[in-house]
Nanobody, 119 residues
Framework: QVHFMESGGASVEPGSSLTLSCTIT????????WGWYRQGQGTARETVAT???????SYLPSVEGRFTLRRDRAANTMFLYMTDLTAEDSGRYYC?????????????WGQGTQVDVFP
């Protein structure tokens, strides 16, 4: 069974940078698509970034150029490097399998990690 453990969220000021981590157990990080998803207060969960097994990453237009998805095979951990954060980036961030077009793959979700951006 796949499990996700997200970390790295914090309360920061606009313009700050954060690095989120997602440690995955029960599945090999390489060999399928994975992604980062977020849910703001009172809003639906949205896809932030995904990366396929062989193709490059895709990003939500509002984060393109500021966020970068990376994987560490040895640690079976996925990262989301976030720069120049704005209030619109606030939300609870989750990782899961899945492609941009198909959305989250697994019904199991981790606890997520909270990002709050405010002055």
């Amino acid at each position: 069974q796949v499990h996700f453990m997200e970390s790295g969220g914090a309360s920061v000021e606009p313009g700050s940078s954060l690095t989120l981590s997602c440690t995955i157990t029960g599945r090999d990080l390489f060999g399928q698509a994975w992604g980062w998803y977020r849910q703001g207060q009172g809003t639906a969960r949205e896809t932030v970034a995904t990366e396929g097994a062989v193709w490059g990453a895709s990003y939500l237009p509002s984060v393109e150029g500021r966020f970068t998805l990376r994987r560490d095979r040895a640690a079976n951990t996925m990262f989301l490097y976030m720069t120049d954060l704005t209030a619109e980036d606030s939300g609870r961030y989750y990782c899961n399998g899945g492609t941009w077009s198909e959305g989250p793959l697994y019904s199991t979700w981790g606890q997520g990690t909270q990002v709050d951006v405010f002055p």
